[in-house]
């Protein structure tokens, strides 16, 4: 299956970037993803300028929702922003992109050291 203008842009724009091979696996991963997420609620993106930030902010609200792993979820919105800041878009207009942390003290270590957990807020 050939990716779509969609993906393919996603691609190129990861390229642009120089995005190591895990931080690339991880961002196909997540626009593949959003893709699937736009076609079914406000039509299938055709190109990255198109999107609607509204609509990825939705996207990332959904994904967070019971998302047990924060540090991946931490991770693909980095990966999400990047790829919008490569592609036109402006730091302000991706601010709602985020999502709320909030780190949790745990017991310390056997050697003293502190540790923190991080969970969304």
């Not at 842009?9 to 642009?16: I, M, P, T, Y």
Request: net charge neutral.
């Amino acid at each position: 299956m050939s990716d779509s203008l969609f993906i393919h842009q996603v691609r190129n724009c990861a390229d642009k970037i120089g995005l190591n091979d895990t931080m690339r696996t991880i961002t196909i991963t997540v626009w593949l993803a959003i893709e699937h997420f736009t076609s079914q609620h406000s039509g299938t993106p055709n190109q990255l300028e198109n999107l609607s930030v509204a609509s990825i902010a939705r996207f990332i609200e959904t994904r967070s929702e019971g998302n047990l792993d924060v540090e991946s979820l931490l991770l693909e919105i980095t990966c999400v922003r990047l790829i919008l800041l490569e592609s036109g878009f402006s730091h302000n207009e991706l601010m709602q992109l985020s999502v709320r942390v909030k780190r949790e003290r745990l017991v310390n270590d056997k050697s003293g050291k502190y540790r923190f957990a991080k969970r969304l807020a």
